[in-house]
């Protein structure tokens, strides 16, 4: 790092600002960096650096440190020697073996030596071929603990990350671990599904915004809640991979502010990643990394079916056999890639003779629903004082005029039309981490990514289960009814110019009335906003265009200035210069 800006040929600089200061550069001289490229495009790369400090040790701790860490290595020479079987990996403090161990006086004092094997319930599971071919993605230096072939796992000390492929028996093996069932033990996940999957009749599995109180607008949490961690020992992830990058960074800050804590996440890094964060691989950051102090247990076996082969011709792009295509019509459950797709099935589905609730604005999701009580729905609004919960299925207990009740709640009309809809067919994100035990259908096979197609395809117990559907079309007339009704009266716009790197995000109801508004505070100097940093640039720079981002629906200006905050939390721009957020 040292050489690396007096060899910086290119003029690198960090992502979002071009050619820095090189006094701030040699800041980061003698620092743990890490550099990558981020490929915008074939033509251009960026380079991103991720920057920790660390502790230095003084001189006059050395010498104690050096002695430390030389009686250490004398004695794991000791038990490399005394605990015989075929040595997998040396680490600092422990000697990991294949097959049993010599008998090694134990002691559970601190000093003594210390044996651990975790073992699995496998009552009824058939044997499977051990899986060697699946790998791992990563370039980091993970201590790797693998599954023996009687299913059991020597878990490490310290925190870890179970991954493997769907259906390897993650959170059952999570919900063996002793801290599982611990008061001192918290167990979150980032969607209310991942949640359903891990909890049971004695755990509560909460989502990680519901318990820290955390605004994903601003990425701030409770600080009552982050003071009671102080009683916390160990923090259970499920579906890790799933976690966008704030709430990553929020599990980072507690992991340095809380070091007792124990760490124990679980997920599967093919599946989907975070909306609109896809690009991110948890394995390949040294913020995950340490978080789960490098160690990572991979699971070899599928418990679930035995679809392992079919797995990887999706992940590897390959066809499936032709028995897995079909044009059987739409099942009780459907999966897709579009809304348009979703709200066409589900409009199919549906027996028209049921009681008619129309659609809702409050509720961009929502279509017009004829229910029956065995009609499945999903609840799209979280309601803390309900106990409902975003993305979780509910059933119907009871349809009358005007009352429609959902286990122990009672809604409106449109109280019912704001919370729910109709789940005959969801979308792939709605469906990671469930296991499905019915005939299910999957469409718009050929729109999906491969991650895509892997979710849908391996949430089923048995091969017979699934079936692709590829000559479904979607109802274009409905749809475009919806548009209309959901009328898209925002856009997220952004200034920039080709002669700098900075830039603006913004929203509006009314594009040409704003962009009007712009240039005229731009070029009156009476103007209050006249100095503001957009202005300032555009003054100095030529070339400016305000281009329009995304159009969309949004029920008021609240949930318009939340769509802007995610835009600027997630492109980081350099000229606005507060929030969107008004509070």
């Known amino acids: 790092m040292s050489a690396f800006w007096d060899n910086n040929d290119d003029k690198i600089g960090f992502t979002y600002d071009e050619n820095i200061d ?8 003698g620092k743990l960096c890490n550099i990558e490229t981020l490929s915008i495009d074939d033509n251009t790369e960026h380079y991103i650096v991720e920057y920790c400090d660390y502790k230095t040790l003084y001189e006059n701790d050395l010498p104690i440190y050096n002695k430390i860490l030389e009686n250490e290595y004398l004695r794991l020479h000791e038990l490399m020697k005394a605990v015989g079987g075929k040595i997998i990996k040396l680490k600092t403090d422990a000697v990991i073996v294949e097959g049993k161990h010599n008998k090694i006086k134990l002691d559970n004092e601190i000093g003594g030596y210390k044996h651990r094997i975790v073992k699995c319930d496998v009552k009824g599971l058939s044997d499977r071929a051990i899986d060697q071919s699946y ?54 996940g980032f969607t209310n599904v991942s949640c359903d999957n891990l ?17 994903f607008t601003t990425g701030k949490g409770s600080e009552k809640k982050l003071k009671n961690l102080k009683n916390i020992k160990c923090i259970i992830i499920t579906e890790a991979f799933m976690t966008p990058s704030y709430l990553m960074g929020y599990l980072a800050m507690i992991k340095e502010t809380f070091p007792h804590i124990k760490f124990i996440c679980e997920g599967d890094p093919e599946q989907i990643r975070p909306v609109k964060e896809e690009h991110i691989n948890w394995l390949e950051k040294q913020l995950f990394h340490k978080l789960c ?26 066809p499936l056999d032709e028995s897995k295509f079909c044009d059987r019509p739409p099942q009780r459950l459907n999966i897709c890639k579009t809304n348009k797709m979703r709200v066409t099935i589900n409009n199919k589905m549906m027996d028209k003779s049921g009681y008619y609730i129309a659609k809702n604005k409050t509720n961009n999701k929502s279509q017009d629903m004829w229910l029956s009580v065995d009609t499945p729905i999903m609840c799209v609004k979280h ?43 969801v979308t792939n994100h709605k469906v990671q981490g469930i296991t499905i035990r019915e005939s299910y259908n999957i469409y718009e096979w050929d729109k999906m ?32 009814s919806l548009c209309s009704f959901f009328r898209l009266n925002y856009c997220i716009y952004k200034w920039w110019s080709k002669d700098c790197h900075h830039f603006y995000i913004g929203h509006t109801s009314d594009y040409d009335k704003r962009k009007r508004e712009h240039l005229k505070t731009c070029s009156d100097v009476k103007h209050k906003n ?3 940093k957009l202005y300032k640039y555009m003054r100095e720079y030529g ?14 200006k609240r949930a318009a200035e939340i769509k802007e905050q995610y835009y600027i939390d997630e492109l980081v721009p350099s000229l606005n210069m507060v929030a969107a957020i008004s509070y």
Request: neutral net charge; aromatic residues 12%.
């Open 383 to 425: 309601n803390k004082d309900l106990n409902l919960k975003n993305g979780k299925m509910y059933k119907l207990s009871s349809i009358q005029k005007d009352t429609i009740k959902v286990d122990v709640n009672t809604f409106t009309d449109d109280g019912f039309a704001e919370h729910f809809v109709v789940a005959f067919a």
């Open 293 to 318: 102090d490098g160690n990572m247990v991979k699971l070899l076996y599928n418990k679930r079916n035995n679809e392992t082969k079919n797995y990887y011709k999706i992940l590897a792009g390959k």
């Open 449 to 480: 990514t491969k991650r895509e197609r892997y979710t849908a395809y391996s949430r089923t117990a048995d091969a017979e289960f699934v079936q692709i559907v590829r000559s479904y079309k979607a109802n274009e007339i409905l749809w475009e």
């Open 22 to 29: 090189k006094k701030l550069w040699k800041t980061m001289k």
């Open 135 to 188: 790998q791992v993605e990563t370039s980091l230096n993970w201590n790797i603990i693998e599954e023996q072939k009687d299913f059991t796992v020597q878990m490490p000390v310290g925190s870890c990350v179970v991954t493997s492929l769907a259906g390897y028996g993650k959170s059952h093996l999570i919900k063996q671990q002793p801290e599982f069932l611990r008061e001192d033990t918290i167990s979150l």
């Open 199 to 215: 909890a049971d009749e004695n755990v509560n599995v909460q989502t990680l915004n519901s318990y820290f109180g955390i605004d």
């Open 543 to 556: 070339n400016w265009k305000m281009e329009i981002l995304e159009h969309f629906y949004a029920p008021d």
């Open 530 to 532: 006249h100095h503001n």
